[in-house]
């Protein structure tokens, strides 16, 4: 088993910025990718970015030069930084690992094995 636990959302004006981060724990030694997801009411859960057991990352197009994703394999922890805040960005964010396998940028949700509880993030105009 591996508990994923988000926090670092909350609410900002447009162009600001934040960092999210996912903190894991448990059987983490079978991660090979985790990523970050986004969900807005109404909307299906859609991928943000994903990195891979050796640093490689992917990114959705929607975006790419806005969003890092990074994490540091000591404290088990992955991180998204956000700058360049839209009113569109808003949604529940879930961390994610997936067991076994690396991702590509066509991951989807149902490639990840483990969920975090998510946090929220709204962006004001």
């Known amino acids: 088993q591996v508990q994923l636990v988000e926090s670092g959302g909350g609410s900002v004006q447009a162009g600001g910025s934040l960092r999210l981060s996912c903190a894991a724990s448990?059987?983490?030694?079978?991660?090979?990718?985790m990523g970050w997801f986004r969900q807005a009411p109404g909307k299906e859960r859609e991928g943000v970015a994903n990195?891979?057991?050796?640093?490689?990352?992917n990114y959705a197009a929607s975006v790419k030069g806005r969003f890092t994703i990074s994490k540091d394999d000591a404290k088990n922890t992955l991180y998204l930084q956000i700058h360049g805040l839209k009113p569109e960005d808003s949604a529940m964010y879930y961390c994610a690992a997936k067991l076994y396998a690396r991702c590509s940028a066509s991951s989807g949700p149902a490639n990840f094995e483990y969920w975090g509880q998510g946090t929220q993030v709204t962006v004001s105009s």
């Open positions: 990195i891979n057991w050796d640093d490689s990352t």
């Open positions: 448990g059987y983490t030694y079978n991660m090979k990718c």
